[in-house]
């Protein structure tokens, strides 16, 4: 089955940093979607982003479909952006989501 | 409020009891979910079903069942649980009804097997 890898797998970030989350994914999909976990264990999506870049407020996210990587930024990060970050795709329409292992972001005061 | 629900949100079973997790969504979604989450693995799915009345193995299936009981309801089933299957679980429904795919969580279910 298809592959998906994230890194880094843990990341220290101070307040106001910036950083880039990166997903590999090692074969073409239809569907790619970023998810944040809160400390709560609550999952949310951020994007779908099967291709091509788009921005939501500090987040950005791009895709290069022929490349197989997708690319998550985060500006001036908040505390509240604390979590796991994960990566999710799909082959082909209607099959499960397929998830990274996620990063681990940590944002100090 | 919409979204996924389930049940209970945390749990503490005896090797060898069983137990069902319960999981409603009330989005019209056709696909359903079961995935765990342990410590350094991400989301690893257990069982889905695309449509009412059809499921698959994920994954991660063996000491699990599920029933898909309607539309709206998908459960997974613990026979004898194992301290292996100590982990969150988490129920999901999605849905491509208008080109978009939308994907929707619960809360998570931690149990733990002793």
């Known amino acids: 089955g298809i592959q998906v890898e994230q890194s880094p797998p843990d990341l220290i970030l101070q307040e106001g940093a910036n950083s880039t989350l990166r997903c590999n994914f090692s074969?073409?999909?239809?569907?790619l979607q970023w998810f944040h976990q809160n400390p709560w264990g609550q999952l949310i999506n951020l994007f779908y982003?099967?291709?091509g870049t788009k921005q939501n407020g500090r987040l950005s996210a791009t895709t290069v479909a022929t490349e197989r990587y997708s690319l998550l930024y985060i500006s001036s990060s908040q505390t509240t952006d604390s979590g796991v970050y994960f990566c999710?795709?799909?082959?082909?329409?209607?099959?499960?989501?397929?998830f990274g292992k996620g990063t681990r972001l940590s944002v100090i005061a | 409020n919409a979204g996924v629900t389930q049940t209970p949100k945390f749990q503490v079973l005896k090797t060898g009891q069983s137990m069902t997790l319960q999981c409603a969504q009330d989005?019209?979604?056709?696909?359903m979910y079961w995935y765990r989450q342990d410590p350094g693995m991400g989301l690893r799915l257990i069982y889905y079903?695309?449509?009412?009345?059809?499921?698959d193995k994920g994954e991660v299936p063996n000491g699990y069942n599920v029933s898909r009981l309607n539309k709206r309801e998908f459960s997974l089933r613990l026979e004898s649980a194992a301290p292996s299957q100590t982990s969150v679980y988490f129920c999901?429904?999605?849905?491509?009804?208008?080109?978009?795919?939308?994907?929707?969580f619960g809360q998570g279910t931690r149990l733990t097997v002793v």
């Open positions: 989005m019209n979604h056709n696909s």
């Open positions: 079903s695309a449509s009412e009345g059809t499921t």
């Open positions: 999901a429904s999605s849905s491509w009804d208008r080109g978009v795919p939308e994907a929707f």
């Open positions: 074969d073409s999909v239809n569907n």
């Open positions: 999710a795709v799909e082959r082909s329409g209607n099959t499960p989501l397929v």
């Open positions: 982003i099967p291709s």
